[in-house]
């Protein structure tokens, strides 16, 4: 008898992530659901194939031997599904961060689609980079440190961060030199790979705020917020395009304050480097990353 897909799937992303809790925000499913997968698969098979330990979840040694085959054989049903549903349609299928997706991906779509009117593109964003195993996504646009394994990564533009606010809160507030930053509100975004603290350390300076007025966990909230006169926020010039453009932010301090970094890459695993859908893409993102593509 073989057990339910539903449940071998579970059992796999347990594994691979060591916790039940990462697994089920891969699989939009909530813990318990998870766990009564999990419950099932081992009730069916009549043996232990996970344990809770200090460290989170382990394999036992028959778990360990199960899910070797049972990867091979999900890795297969991928294969196999990839390979219908790119024989028909031309599909394409994209992941972003939230961010990324609304600020700098959207407003420039429509560039794309006009290009490759043969191509049928489906977009999806959520914080969690993409698993390719499942074989649901054929590009994922990640946020952070390139250190990802099995995959191809190509880095995008180099990223200004700078201290952003809205043209009325400067009018209020003087800034002229970046310890006046400390006497006004200062808008912390959690996610970002270069906080405050790396931003005044990068300046040559020892000062650090010591709080802030606001902390969200997406650029666009605190963009938003530094918009709307709050405050001022450290973004990057990537996401911030469409509010620069507006006026409705603008640079606190000189360009020779900004950290250049490089934090958002185009991901891919190497089965899907020479499917032309997934080429077109890259091309085009490249050349949109040096203003080309969306005039």
Known sequence: MIPPL?????????????????????????????????????????????????KGVVTTPAGEAYLRRVSGALAALTAATQDVRHSTGNRLYVHASPSFASLWLMPR???????????SLFVSAS?????????????DIRYGVPNWQHVEIEPMATERIQPLASPEFLKIHKIR??????????????????????WFEAQGSDERPSRFELSFDRAMMSLDAAAQG?????ESHLLAEPYLKKKMLVPVLSPQCAVSIQAHFAVYPLRNAA????????????????????V
């Open 6 to 54: 539903a449940s071998l799937v579970a059992f796999e992303a347990i594994a691979r992530r060591q916790s039940f809790q990462l697994a089920a925000s891969e699989l939009h499913l909530t813990p318990s659901a998870v766990s009564h997968q999990m419950a099932k698969l081992e009730g069916l098979l009549g043996t232990k194939l996970l344990e809770r330990s200090a």
């Open 109 to 119: 779509i429509s560039a794309f689609a006009k290009r490759h009117p043969e191509v």
């Open 127 to 139: 914080p969690q980079h993409s698993d390719f195993q499942l074989g649901m996504v054929d590009v």
């Open 177 to 198: 030199r970046k310890e006046d930053l400390l006497k006004v509100p200062m808008i912390h975004s959690t996610v970002n790979r270069v906080q405050w603290a790396d």
């Open 230 to 234: 709050i405050g001022v926020a450290l």
């Open 275 to 294: 499917r032309p859908e997934v080429l077109h893409f890259l091309k085009w993102l490249h050349q949109a990353q040096i203003g080309r593509a969306h």
